[in-house]
């Protein structure tokens, strides 16, 4: 289904998932996009819940006013169990079809895009995906919305427990999100001048790390801090505790999960830009007929990407980049 400017009347917008910095920024560069082309805007909340129970809210050029700062989503979002049956699905696209939505833009990550090209697949509905997830683990954009901001939000806590850190000669263990992909935990800990990094991407050589620790005790570094991504093969930052606290029990040890404290917050100048410039551009692929895909930007460009690529596709880590962590830490 190809729609001409004339033909695109009316778009629904939902933001799905794990919430990302920059989602609000993202909402409010469709809507005013989509009003400049005389296209109407309505925003379902709670992500696929809101098309299901038919809850949703009219967008207007005022209604995203103030927005572009705030952290979180105005639209609210959930996980849906009910989008995963057939009937769930089924009742979301009478919804649709009752409002006369033409075309729906989704914010959020893979499990996101996997419901939309399914749904498509079903109905024929023109869908466009907008990566908005901290963990920048999408392929088809060199960055997913929000995940420049929980870096900044990392590095800054990072930088304060080092403060205590060396303050009373600790080892912090800090766990950062990364259930499957290490990005936040390795370029934070190259930014915070982390003693070791651990991700999913790679095996966790305990040995090793307790071989680095001894080391580094023998250098009588003031502090030291071990980055682990929640995801890490050993089994997180409690485990990788336990084994250097069964090694080293003299150690002054300490670990600190940051959890969702990485998730919230005012999104950064970049994610702002960012958001705006894909809100923009999906609304722009919409009327020139795409669907089933995925925007992004690649080198400073703009691009769309089929769901299915963006989904299966890893994104590969920068393996040069842990070899610069692992010469900057001895």
């Not at 469709?30 to 299901?52: D, M, P, S």
Request: charged share 25%.
């Amino acid at each position: 289904m190809k729609f001409t400017m004339m033909q695109l009347k009316k778009i629904g917008i939902i933001t799905s998932g794990g919430d990302a910095p920059g989602m609000n920024a993202c909402v409010r560069a469709i809507t005013r996009t989509a009003i400049n082309q005389n296209i109407e805007v309505v925003g379902f909340k709670k992500g696929y819940n809101g098309l299901i129970d038919n809850d949703f809210i009219e967008l207007k050029s005022k209604s995203v006013a103030n927005i572009i700062q705030l952290g979180g989503t105005i639209l609210k979002t959930a996980r849906s169990e009910r989008f995963l049956t057939k009937e769930g699905r089924e009742q979301a696209y009478l919804n649709l079809q009752k409002n006369k939505i033409d075309a729906l833009i989704a914010i959020g990550g893979d499990g996101t895009f996997t419901g939309a090209s399914i749904f498509i697949k079903e109905f024929n509905l023109p869908i466009i995906g907008i990566p908005g997830t901290i963990d920048n683990d999408l392929f088809g954009t060199d960055n997913t919305i929000g995940y420049d901001t929980a870096l900044n939000t990392v590095v800054s806590a990072v930088d304060k427990i080092r403060d205590t850190a060396s303050s009373h000669g600790r080892l912090f263990i800090v766990e950062v999100m990364g259930k499957d992909a290490g990005f936040i935990a390795l370029r934070s800990g190259i930014a915070t001048g982390a003693e070791a990094i651990l991700i999913p991407e790679t095996k966790t050589y305990i040995n090793a790390l307790l071989s680095k620790l001894e080391k580094d005790g023998n250098k009588r570094k003031s502090s030291s801090i071990i980055l682990v991504a929640e995801g890490d093969d050993f089994g997180g930052a409690y485990k990788v505790a336990e084994a250097v606290k069964e090694k080293f029990p003299m150690y002054d040890l300490r670990v600190s999960v940051l959890g969702h404290l990485q998730r919230g917050g005012s999104p950064s100048a970049k994610d702002r830009v960012l958001a705006s410039q894909l809100g923009a551009w999906s609304v722009n692929s919409l009327i020139d007929g795409k669907q089933d895909v995925m925007v992004g930007l690649v080198n400073k460009k703009l691009v769309t990407i089929p769901f299915e690529k963006a989904i299966k596709h890893n994104k590969k880590f920068n393996e040069d980049l842990l070899e610069l962590a692992e010469i900057l830490a001895i």
